[in-house]
Structures are given as structure tokens and as C-alpha cells.
């Protein structure tokens, strides 16, 4: 009986033995993430058809490598293969300076870095190069240049250490696809359309973005299509503003049919009168929430502009901001509150766990102060600030108005802070200050940050890029309540005399929050639709002529704001 017994237990044991190691190893596979072939060198790319002008050789990329003893073989293949898909072009960098997506990246990389703390994808002094060069308005890059051949490689180096990090726990994730997050050869707009609608290349499934707003904006890529197929529509005819219901005209019956053509109405042509009623302009709410206008009855020139924007261009338009999106992480680990803030569309958006709470209006840089895309983090809330006007403005603006005026100064509440030929000036608190009673800080090398304003009716404008690259907010007050959170100590009527005391009061946030400012001039919202904004810096058009061989000049309105 006892023999039986130890008889029975070996073999139970033996039977666990082999269960288990056929257990483990199949869990150790399931945890291994399979390396595809290395890519072969695309011979087809060349300076005739490249998104870049500028090219590595594949002896600097080995010789990289092999400099560097902190990367394993993985980590050298996939860079291999990352060029060799490419024909060796830079990704980051073109002759005119850094590429769109290399701020993108930048960005994504850093606020990854914020809430992950991940020091394998961070180095001090990189990151201070990346910061300078952020900082210049122009930049010429060579290919004999030795430094930007370095920061090339080192980010796209970058580039595989997060996707590990990020990626680590989705095996399903195919680092494969990080071959097609940069553009490579440009083609027609048709050519890319039909590819995209086709899903085919870049636009391809396997290697699309994990991002449902990509998803959904290759949808309406094929629903734009089919208009344009259709014959697309016509331009309205206008003369003049029509600021109420109850006009009668034939731009009208143009605009029903334009709309018609979008698919805001339905019926025969022949059916729609000349008549602005009332049933009318329920549909005309619906369009101009879309394309970013107060939802009143006015039907002003700027609208019938953005209107006309042609068909084609809304559809490179799309294909635009299907790119940036490429840069955009479907979640994130930071399950706390964050900020973002779009500039074409002059909006501030608080989330919550992921999920968007509450928004409201902003002024943005105006063009030629263009406001930056970036990331960082606030972290202080400045009551009652003094605005230390930057070195551009005393040079451009304020040293031409003491000459003109000698009482400039005493007139605007500002002091000399130091002397020089373009002194160190700045406006003290009070309700003229051009901060109004409050900014808030994340730190950057920008010197970008929100605040107060005292110039309350720009935010009852449509277009509303007026500042000199700081956003300004529409309820301050708000944001102030929010991020301090403390009823007891800072409640409206604290805050309220913080921002009216005229002494500069800093107050420091128990938790930073996260900020993002953003550009994308097309997107979907629930049912809203499609959504379309202006280009008012002109990224879209820049991108378009690398991306495609027949770009479209962007339209921008040419009316003064």
C-alpha cells in the first residue's frame, strides 16, 4: 500500500513537473515580443521623391552603434531597420531646422517621462539641447554636421526606448510600425487619399497609430471623398454681413446648397428658397459650432470664408492632422488631473481621469508670435502678478512709445528694473496690468504660461489670436478654484482679494498638473461631426509640401483682427 502511495505521488509529481514546465514556458513565450526581419534599404527613395533633403550613409548609422556599448542587439537592429526603410533620410531634422514631428515626439517623450519618471529615455543635458533648440527662430541644418547627425540618431534611439516602456505590457504592438511614424517618400494628395482610404502603407492598420481620433478621421477622410467625388461644391457668392433671421437673398439659397453638399441638409436644390428662417438657422447652429463660431444668427464674411475653403484642401486638411496624430498617446498612465489647450480652436479643456470636465474660452498668440506646442507642467499660481514685459516687446514697442511720449512708462504703471540699451521693464500689479490678477506657471523654456487679461471683449470674437504668445483665459477665477481646491483657505472671496491686492502673491500647487498645448486644425467630437478650424500659423501648409508632391496653399483670412 505504502509502495503504491510513493508510486502514485511520483507520478503526480512528474505529471505537475512537466505540466508546469510546459506551463512556464509557454507564459515565458506568451511574455517575449517577436523581432521581425530587419528591413531592406529602399532603394525607390531618393532627393526626387524624399519627405527630407537631408541623408545619412549607412556607414555613420553603424558606426554609431557601434560606439555605443549601452545598446543591445535588438536596440541596433531595430535602428537599422528604421533607416534602411527610410533610404537613410533624417527623420528629425531637414535643412530649414527641426520637422514637425520631432517638437511632437519631443513632447510626447517628456510628459511621458513626467508621469513615468522613466530614466532610461531621459538625459540631462540632451534634453537642454532639445530646450535651445525649441528656442531658435531659424536654424540651418547641414549634413556635414556632425552634432545634428548625432542628435538625429540619439532620437531615434529615443524613440524605441519609449515604445519599449510604453509598449511593454501590449505585445500586440508592432515595433515594426514605428518604421511608418515618420513619412518617407512624398506622393500626390490623390495618390495618399486612395492610399489612407485603402489602408494601405502607412495607413495600413498594423502600422496606424493607437489613437481613436486617428480612426475616426480617416472615416471622415472617406466621407469628404465621396463629396469630392460627387462633384464637391461651389463658392457663395457674398457681398456683406447678414446679422439677423429674416433676410431674403440669393446667397441664401447658395449657402443651403453648399450645406446640402456637406451633408447638414437634405432635399432637391430646386426646393431651398432665398429665405433666412428660423428653421434655418437651427442648421446653421450645427455649422458653425463645427467650424468654430459663436452659434448666433450672424452670417458674417469670415464665415462664408472658411465655407468656401475648397474641397480638396479640407481633404489635405484632414490628411494633415491625421499625421499629428500620430504623436498623440491613446491614454496615459497619469489617471489624475491634466490641461489641454488646442490654439486654432481658441479652447481650454480640463480632464479627469481621461475624460474631459470642463472648458473655456482662450486668446492665443497672434501670428507673429506664434505660441508654442509643448508640454510641461503647473505647478504655481502667481495672485496680483508684475508683468516683466520680454526683451521683443520693450525693443519693438515700448522704447519706440518713450521716445513719442516721455511719461510712457509712469502712464502704464511700469518701472525700469535695470538699465541698458534695451532695459529690463516691467508693469506692476494692478487693474491695468496686461496679466490681470493672476497667471499660472509650468515652467518652460518657452516662457509660455496662462493668465488674467483686462481686454474681456476679445473673448466674444470668433478668431481670437491676439496676444503676444501667452494664453489668456477667460475665467481665471475658475482655473484658480479648481487647481487649489482648498474651500477653506483659498474660497472665492480669498482668491478674489489675492487678485485685487496689488502685491504679488506666489502660491505653490500641493500637486503639479499636467499641460498640453496642441495644434490641430481638424478633428471629430461625438456629435458634433467633423470639426475644421483655420491654419492660423501656417503648420498645416509647412507640412503639406512635405508631405505631398501637389500641396495646397492653406487658406487664412486675410481680414485684420
Same mark, same amino acid.
Given at each position: 500500500?505504502?509502495?503504491?502511495?510513493?508510486?502514485?505521488?511520483?507520478?503526480?509529481?512528474?505529471?505537475?513537473s512537466?505540466?508546469?514546465?510546459?506551463?512556464?514556458?509557454?507564459?515565458?513565450?506568451?511574455?517575449?515580443?517577436?523581432?521581425?526581419?530587419?528591413?531592406?534599404?529602399?532603394?525607390? +527613395?531618393?532627393?526626387?521623391?524624399?519627405?527630407?533633403?537631408?541623408?545619412?550613409?549607412?556607414?555613420?548609422?553603424? !558606426?554609431?552603434?557601434?560606439?555605443?556599448?549601452?545598446?543591445?542587439?535588438?536596440?541596433?537592429?531595430?535602428?537599422?531597420?528604421f533607416?534602411?526603410?527610410? @533610404?537613410?533620410?533624417?527623420?528629425?531634422?531637414?535643412?530649414?531646422?527641426?520637422?514637425e514631428?520631432?517638437?511632437?515626439?519631443?513632447?510626447?517623450?517628456?510628459?511621458?517621462?513626467?508621469?513615468?519618471?522613466?530614466?532610461?529615455?531621459?538625459?540631462?543635458k540632451?534634453?537642454?539641447?532639445?530646450?535651445?533648440?525649441?528656442?531658435?527662430d531659424?536654424l540651418?541644418?547641414?549634413?556635414?554636421?556632425?552634432?545634428?547627425?548625432?542628435?538625429?540618431?540619439?532620437?531615434?534611439?529615443?524613440?524605441?526606448?519609449?515604445?519599449?516602456?510604453?509598449?511593454?505590457?501590449?505585445?500586440?504592438?508592432?515595433?515594426?510600425?514605428?518604421?511608418?511614424?515618420?513619412?518617407?517618400?512624398?506622393?500626390?494628395?490623390e495618390?495618399?487619399?486612395d492610399?489612407?482610404?485603402?489602408?494601405?502603407?502607412?495607413?495600413?492598420?498594423?502600422?496606424?497609430?493607437?489613437?481613436?481620433?486617428y480612426?475616426?478621421?480617416?472615416?471622415?477622410?472617406?466621407?469628404?471623398?465621396?463629396?469630392?467625388?460627387?462633384?464637391?461644391?461651389?463658392?457663395?457668392?457674398?457681398?456683406?454681413?447678414?446679422?439677423?433671421?429674416?433676410?431674403?437673398?440669393?446667397? +441664401?439659397?447658395?449657402?443651403?446648397?453648399?450645406?446640402?453638399?456637406?451633408?447638414?441638409?437634405?432635399?432637391?436644390? !430646386?426646393?431651398?428658397?432665398?429665405?433666412?428662417?428660423?428653421?434655418?438657422y437651427?442648421?446653421?447652429?450645427?455649422?458653425?459650432?463645427?467650424?468654430?463660431?459663436?452659434?448666433?444668427?450672424?452670417?458674417?464674411?469670415?464665415? +462664408?470664408?472658411?465655407?468656401?475653403? &475648397? +474641397?480638396?484642401?479640407?481633404?489635405?486638411?484632414?490628411?494633415?492632422?491625421?499625421?499629428?496624430?500620430?504623436?498623440?498617446?491613446?491614454?496615459?498612465?497619469?489617471?489624475?488631473? &491634466?490641461?489641454l489647450?488646442?490654439?486654432?480652436?481658441?479652447?481650454?479643456?480640463?480632464?479627469?481621469?481621461?475624460?474631459?470636465?470642463?472648458?473655456?474660452?482662450?486668446?492665443?498668440?497672434?501670428?507673429?508670435?506664434?505660441?508654442?506646442?509643448?508640454?510641461? @507642467?503647473?505647478?504655481?499660481?502667481?495672485?496680483? %502678478?508684475?508683468?516683466?514685459?520680454?526683451?521683443?516687446?520693450?525693443?519693438?514697442?515700448?522704447?519706440?512709445?518713450?521716445?513719442?511720449?516721455?511719461?510712457?512708462?509712469?502712464?502704464?504703471?511700469?518701472?525700469?528694473?535695470?538699465?541698458?540699451?534695451? %532695459?529690463?521693464?516691467?508693469?506692476? %500689479?494692478?487693474?491695468?496690468?496686461?496679466?490681470?490678477?493672476?497667471?499660472?506657471?509650468?515652467?518652460?523654456?518657452?516662457?509660455?504660461?496662462?493668465?488674467d487679461?483686462?481686454?474681456?471683449?476679445?473673448?466674444?470674437?470668433?478668431?481670437? &489670436?491676439?496676444?503676444?504668445?501667452?494664453?489668456?483665459?477667460?475665467?481665471?477665477?475658475?482655473?484658480?478654484?479648481?487647481l487649489? @481646491?482648498?474651500?477653506?483657505?483659498?474660497?472665492?472671496?480669498?482668491?478674489?482679494?489675492?487678485?485685487?491686492?496689488?502685491?504679488?502673491?506666489?502660491?505653490?500647487?500641493?500637486?503639479?498638473?499636467?499641460?498640453?498645448?496642441?495644434?490641430?486644425?481638424?478633428?471629430?467630437?461625438?456629435?458634433?461631426?467633423?470639426?475644421?478650424?483655420?491654419?492660423?500659423?501656417?503648420?498645416?501648409?509647412?507640412?503639406?509640401?512635405?508631405?505631398?508632391?501637389? %500641396?495646397?496653399?492653406?487658406?487664412?483670412?486675410?481680414?485684420?483682427?
Open positions: 500500500m505504502k509502495r503504491n502511495l510513493s508510486v502514485a505521488i511520483i507520478l503526480l509529481f512528474l505529471l505537475f512537466m505540466f508546469s514546465c510546459d506551463y512556464f514556458k509557454k507564459k515565458l513565450q506568451k511574455n517575449v515580443r517577436l523581432e521581425k526581419p530587419i528591413t531592406k534599404v529602399d532603394k525607390t +527613395i531618393d532627393t526626387t521623391n524624399s519627405y527630407n533633403n537631408l541623408f545619412l550613409d549607412s556607414v555613420t548609422v553603424h !558606426s554609431y552603434l557601434l560606439a555605443d556599448s549601452t545598446l543591445n542587439e535588438i536596440l541596433k537592429n531595430r535602428i537599422i531597420s533607416y534602411n526603410s527610410r @533610404n537613410f533620410q533624417y527623420a528629425w531634422f531637414s535643412s530649414d531646422g527641426l520637422a514631428q520631432t517638437r511632437s515626439f519631443w513632447n510626447m517623450l517628456m510628459n511621458y517621462h513626467n508621469y513615468s519618471k522613466d530614466s532610461t529615455v531621459y538625459d540631462k540632451f534634453s537642454a539641447k532639445m530646450n535651445q533648440l525649441f528656442l531658435e531659424s540651418t541644418v547641414l549634413e556635414s554636421d556632425s552634432v545634428y547627425r548625432r542628435m538625429e540618431l540619439d532620437l531615434t534611439r529615443y524613440l524605441y526606448l519609449y515604445a519599449e516602456n510604453e509598449y511593454k505590457n501590449d505585445l500586440k504592438f508592432d515595433m515594426k510600425s514605428l518604421e511608418w511614424s515618420v513619412p518617407r517618400k512624398r506622393m500626390t494628395l495618390a495618399t487619399l492610399s489612407a482610404i485603402a489602408r494601405k502603407g502607412r495607413f495600413a492598420n498594423e502600422n496606424a497609430p493607437v489613437n481613436t481620433q480612426v475616426r478621421l480617416r472615416e471622415m477622410l472617406q466621407k469628404y471623398k465621396g463629396i469630392r467625388d460627387n462633384g464637391g461644391w461651389d463658392s457663395i457668392v457674398y457681398k456683406k454681413d447678414i446679422p439677423q433671421i429674416g433676410y431674403t437673398g440669393e446667397e +441664401i439659397k447658395q449657402l443651403k446648397i453648399r450645406l446640402k453638399r456637406e451633408g447638414f441638409l437634405a432635399g432637391a436644390d !430646386s426646393t431651398f428658397t432665398n429665405v433666412y428662417d428660423s428653421t434655418f437651427r442648421i446653421l447652429r450645427q455649422v458653425k459650432t463645427e467650424y468654430g463660431y459663436i452659434p448666433d444668427a450672424k452670417i458674417t464674411r469670415l464665415f +462664408i470664408q472658411d465655407l468656401n475653403v &475648397s +474641397i480638396d484642401e479640407r481633404l489635405q486638411q484632414i490628411l494633415v492632422n491625421m499625421e499629428r496624430m500620430r504623436w498623440i498617446p491613446s491614454q496615459t498612465s497619469d489617471t489624475a488631473r &491634466s490641461i489647450v488646442n490654439i486654432p480652436e481658441f479652447k481650454l479643456f480640463v480632464y479627469e481621469r481621461g475624460k474631459p470636465a470642463w472648458d473655456m474660452d482662450v486668446v492665443v498668440g497672434k501670428e507673429a508670435s506664434s505660441t508654442t506646442i509643448f508640454t510641461g @507642467n503647473l505647478n504655481t499660481i502667481v495672485f496680483s %502678478p508684475y508683468w516683466n514685459v520680454p526683451r521683443s516687446i520693450v525693443k519693438n514697442e515700448i522704447l519706440p512709445a518713450m521716445k513719442r511720449n516721455r511719461n510712457y512708462l509712469a502712464r502704464n504703471n511700469m518701472e525700469i528694473v535695470s538699465s541698458g540699451s534695451i %532695459p529690463t521693464i516691467r508693469q506692476r %500689479p494692478g487693474p491695468s496690468n496686461s496679466l490681470g490678477g493672476v497667471k499660472f506657471l509650468f515652467p518652460n523654456s518657452h516662457n509660455i504660461y496662462f493668465h487679461s483686462p481686454a474681456k471683449s476679445l473673448f466674444n470674437t470668433d478668431k481670437r &489670436s491676439y496676444s503676444h504668445g501667452c494664453v489668456r483665459l477667460k475665467e481665471p477665477v475658475k482655473l484658480a478654484e479648481y487649489l @481646491n482648498d474651500t477653506v483657505k483659498w474660497n472665492a472671496e480669498a482668491i478674489h482679494v489675492a487678485m485685487t491686492s496689488r502685491s504679488e502673491k506666489p502660491v505653490k500647487l500641493q500637486k503639479s498638473i499636467p499641460v498640453m498645448l496642441t495644434y490641430f486644425t481638424a478633428w471629430v467630437r461625438g456629435a458634433e461631426g467633423m470639426n475644421f478650424r483655420e491654419d492660423i500659423y501656417g503648420h498645416d501648409e509647412r507640412m503639406a509640401k512635405k508631405l505631398f508632391i501637389n %500641396p495646397i496653399t492653406t487658406t487664412r483670412h486675410k481680414e485684420k483682427k
